[in-house]
C-alpha cells in the first residue's frame, strides 16, 4: 500500500523562450501544464492506475519565474476517496547558479484514477508513516477548501 511519501514527486522544467511571455517570465499556461503533469504523476504512482484531472482549485500565482530560471514543481497525495485522489501540487522558481527558491504557485487538484476500460477505479486507502508525511498532509487538509469529494 502506498505511502504518502511514496507519491512525493519534484521535477524540474527550466523557463526557455518559447515558455515565457512578453515580459520574459513562465507563461501561467505553462506552469499550469507543468502542475497538471506532475500531479497525475504523483496520482498515479498512488494508484495504480492512470489518472485524469477532475478539478484544479484556485490556483495563485504569487511571483513570476524569470526566463532561465527553473520552474521546480512538488506535488503529493494528501487525501484519496473512492475513485479520486487529492494532490496538493506547488511550484518554486528555482535559481540554478545559486539554488535559491521561492514559492511562486500553487494548487489542490483531485484526479480520477481509470481502468483500461476508462471506466472510475478504486483506489487504495492513503497511508502517512512519517512524521513529515503528517506535516505535509496537515498542511494540505488545512489549506485546501475541501470541493470536489466523491
Not at 5 to 13: E, L, V
Not at 16 to 23: E, F, M
Not at 118 to 145: F, I, M, Y
Amino acid at each position: 500500500m502506498p505511502t504518502l511519501m511514496d507519491t512525493h514527486i519534484r521535477n524540474r522544467h527550466i523557463v526557455n523562450p518559447n515558455d515565457a511571455n512578453i515580459l520574459e517570465t513562465a507563461h501561467g499556461g505553462n506552469v499550469m501544464m507543468w502542475m497538471d503533469e506532475v500531479g497525475a504523476m504523483s496520482a498515479m504512482r498512488f494508484a495504480g492506475h492512470q489518472c485524469v484531472t477532475a478539478r484544479m482549485d484556485q490556483t495563485n500565482f504569487r511571483a513570476p519565474i524569470p526566463q532561465g530560471d527553473a520552474a521546480l514543481v512538488e506535488a503529493y497525495v494528501y487525501d484519496a476517496g473512492q475513485t479520486s485522489v487529492k494532490v496538493r501540487v506547488k511550484v518554486f522558481r528555482e535559481n540554478l547558479r545559486t539554488g535559491e527558491t521561492e514559492l511562486t504557485t500553487e494548487s489542490y487538484m483531485v484526479f480520477v484514477a481509470i481502468d483500461e476500460d476508462r471506466d472510475p477505479a478504486e483506489v487504495p486507502k492513503l497511508t502517512v508513516e512519517s512524521d513529515q508525511g503528517e506535516r505535509l498532509r496537515r498542511e494540505a487538509l488545512d489549506g485546501d477548501n475541501g470541493n470536489g469529494d466523491d
